[in-house]
């Protein structure tokens, strides 16, 4: 994909009958199935990242970087949904697959295992958060940084 992503025209090129194809919003909601209309998705500051993540996930890494979460430690502390827990509980994992799913397909980075903790607020209202246009965002991701995008290998949760 590298070799036929040409920044100068922001489009895929192709062999000779097809030519060059410039993703659009259509595409993505084509092709991807996500909602290109809804609410935008923006960030705001966050004050005390350890109370952010203890009251979205109830459980803080320990040491290292708080601005930022890595897949190993989602994967180790959110694999496996326990029996009998509570409704909190339950949107809690459901927050850490959420934050997991965006940062591997609509903020994929081809070598990085970690996305940034502040992509957790886009699920704090679970709700709300299918109200987002996630289609806008991967396409404005993938404009934005096309390179980080060409190589990504799948990781599971």
């Known amino acids: 994909m590298q070799k036929r992503w040409h920044s100068d025209t922001n489009s895929f090129h192709y062999n000779i009958q097809i030519g060059e194809m410039t993703p659009t919003l259509f595409d993505v909601y084509e092709i991807l199935g996500l909602v290109v209309d809804g609410d935008p998705v ?5 004050s005390d990242l350890r109370e952010f993540i203890d009251i979205n996930l109830g459980i803080v890494p320990i040491g290292g970087n708080l601005a930022i979460i890595k897949h190993s430690w989602l994967k180790a502390n959110f694999h496996t949904l326990l029996p009998d827990l509570t409704h909190v509980q339950v949107l809690r994992y459901t ?50 940084f096309p390179w980080k995008n060409l190589y990504f290998q799948a990781n599971t949760f």
């Open 95 to 144: 927050r850490a697959y959420m934050l997991f799913l965006i940062s591997v397909t609509i903020f994929a980075y081809s070598s990085v295992a970690t996305m940034p903790t502040r992509y957790l607020q886009f699920f704090e209202d679970i709700e709300e958060a299918g109200k987002y246009a996630w289609g806008a965002v991967a396409l404005a991701y993938l404009y934005l």
């Open 42 to 46: 923006t960030c705001r500051p966050i």
